[in-house]
């Protein structure tokens, strides 16, 4: 059982709403976010091109968290779909996870791109996020 493996907004999603993590999540999560372009000049007295890679800046990041949500019955997934909706409708979504305690992901809800539902207890979702500030995760 996944309770205490997620928490979004500081909730423990699996026991909130019966949303855990794929098995791909994480590795989202933890994927480095990419730099800002470098500043560059060209000239033509010179050759080639001038690089300032001096304060690199980290830029935001968009990304796709694969979950699930489970229920004993028909009436608690829906009871839980909804309730789930509503926190994504909030925005702003904090998650943190049990292997990277101290970190805070802090992400901008935009969409979901897929749902799938089987036997209306079980649905799968893909949720496409925005990290504005990856280096703002305390």
């Avoid at 993590?21 to 000049?41: E, G, H, R, Y």
């Avoid at 091109?49 to 019955?73: C, G």
């Avoid at 839980?80 to 970190?103: H, M, S, V, W």
Wanted: charged share 25%.
């Amino acid at each position: 059982m996944p309770v205490g493996e997620l928490f979004i907004n500081g909730k423990d999603a699996y026991l909130e709403w019966g949303v855990s993590m794929d098995n791909t999540s994480l590795s989202a999560l933890m994927t480095p976010a990419p730099n800002k372009a470098v500043i560059t000049n060209k000239s033509r007295l010179e050759h080639g091109k001038r690089v300032i890679t001096s304060n690199v800046m980290v830029d935001e990041r968009d990304l796709t968290l694969q979950i699930n949500l489970t229920a004993r019955n028909e009436e608690e997934f829906f009871k839980r779909y909804i309730a789930f909706c509503d926190e994504l409708a909030k925005g702003l979504l904090l998650i943190k996870t049990k292997y990277q305690p101290n970190i805070v992901y802090k992400t901008v809800y935009n969409s979901c791109t897929q749902f799938s539902q089987f036997i209306r207890e079980i649905a799968s979702f893909s949720l496409k996020l925005t990290e504005p500030n990856p280096k703002d995760r305390k």
